[in-house]
């Protein structure tokens, strides 16, 4: 077996190896699925492992912009991980996985993320568990008493607001130091923009995707940079009530609409996790935001045997809400250690207690204080991938 880059002659066997391993789309989805995929093809961002003539693993990195306390880094999104059924339990998943480790890093992205249909194999390569996707379910009725504070713009959109919408989503993130949603390209935009199925609507500072779902309100994505259009767009998703009871809604875990509510005593929310992995230590700190009163100087040791251009001695610094990392070879005394997934948790907020219980973190302890204070974050995202 051999690992090469799939193309675009590849998709009829790539498809197959989607639907035996996640079942079929119809016949809508596959068209729209086929779209989303060819230019990852035609960029040598899909990986396939192939015995002769038969294609027995794939995988695909998206693309993607992943913000990290309000600070935009290029990121590797891992999907579509297939192995076929016939091929499982032979090494293959790891054999694949540990290619795009290093295909992430030849596309410049410092950090990688992935949804786990199971995670024993991810975390052997050190992607860790990070954050969630949260789907709320609120009464409809709730939503439409939400008031306006003041009369918003509302119009419809569409594939051309692709740009508009990506400069939205950038703001916002930014404004909020938002840590772990993230955003695709112009082109996808386009794609997911001209879904018939699907209700849009674009405000100055905010857009919302919704759509009808057997009686039922799917929100897929609402964002709103101010109060006025948060109110707006909410109450006007709520306005359907007198047909839909419910609304299901991909949110933030602190979003707006949770206070903006008038009763909130119980609610249900299921959460998808996803895993975070560092792939270029310096550049991944480099590239992320940190809390502007928060300072940092500490020397760790970091192993990480699947990338060991990450491991060794690092002098960690932040200051004015940015961070370096930087060799630090030959420190004396000995010095916290973090393993792989250690660091990966480390960089998306788990906190310092936590990696001390579940062994991802050892050694000295005088930089727990700081480490925790610096990599603050509550993780989540949006986006399903």
């Not at 109060?227 to 109450?235: D, I, N, V």
């Not at 002098?315 to 030959?330: F, N, R, V, W, Y």
């Not at 727990?368 to 990599?375: K, R, S, T």
Request: hydrophobic fraction near 45%.
């Amino acid at each position: 077996m051999q690992i090469r880059e799939l193309t675009v002659d590849d998709i009829d066997a790539v498809y197959d190896n989607r639907r035996r391993a996640f079942g079929p789309l119809s016949e809508g989805d596959a068209e729209t699925w086929r779209e989303l995929v060819l230019p990852a093809l035609a960029a040598g961002r899909y990986l396939g492992v192939v015995d002769g003539s038969r294609l027995v693993a794939t995988s695909r990195i998206n693309d993607l912009t992943q913000w990290w306390h309000g600070r935009p880094i290029s990121m590797g999104g891992v999907a579509s991980v297939t192995v076929a059924p016939e091929d499982r339990g032979r090494g293959v998943g790891r054999m694949i996985m540990s290619a795009v480790l290093d295909r992430c890093a030849e596309l410049g992205h410092p950090v990688s993320a992935l949804y786990p249909a199971t995670t024993h194999l991810y975390r052997s390569l050190g992607w860790e568990h990070a954050g969630a996707m949260h789907r709320i379910t609120l009464r409809a009725e709730a939503l439409r008493t939400i008031r306006s504070t003041e009369r918003v713009e509302v119009r419809r959109m569409g594939p051309g607001d692709a740009a508009e919408v990506i400069a939205i989503i950038g703001r916002i993130h930014g404004a909020s130091r938002a840590s772990g949603p993230v955003c695709w390209d112009e082109e996808a935009w386009r794609l997911w923009l001209a879904d018939e199925k699907d209700f849009l609507y674009l405000a100055d500072d905010g857009f919302v995707v919704y759509r009808w779902d057997d009686g039922d309100i799917e929100v897929e994505t609402l964002m709103a940079g101010s109060e006025a259009t948060a109110r707006a767009l909410w109450s006007m998703v709520g306005s359907s009530s007198s047909i839909a009871e419910s609304v299901h809604a991909i949110v933030a875990p602190d979003d707006p609409v949770l206070w903006l509510i008038g009763e909130r005593s119980k609610e249900q929310v299921k959460q998808t996790r996803w895993m975070l992995r560092v792939v270029d230590l310096p550049a991944a700190v480099a590239g992320r935001g940190f809390p502007a009163g928060v300072a940092l100087d500490a020397v760790v040791r970091v192993d990480d045997p699947q990338r060991p251009g990450n491991s060794g001695l690092w002098h960690l610094s932040a200051a004015d809400g940015t961070g370096a990392a930087k060799p630090a070879e030959g420190y004396p005394g000995d010095v916290p250690v973090l393993t792989a997934g250690g660091l990966s948790a480390l960089y998306a907020g788990v906190p310092v207690a936590t990696l001390r219980l579940t062994g991802l973190l050892s050694g000295p302890a005088d930089a727990d204080e700081a480490l925790g204070a610096a990599f603050h974050a509550r993780p989540y995202m949006l986006d399903y991938f």
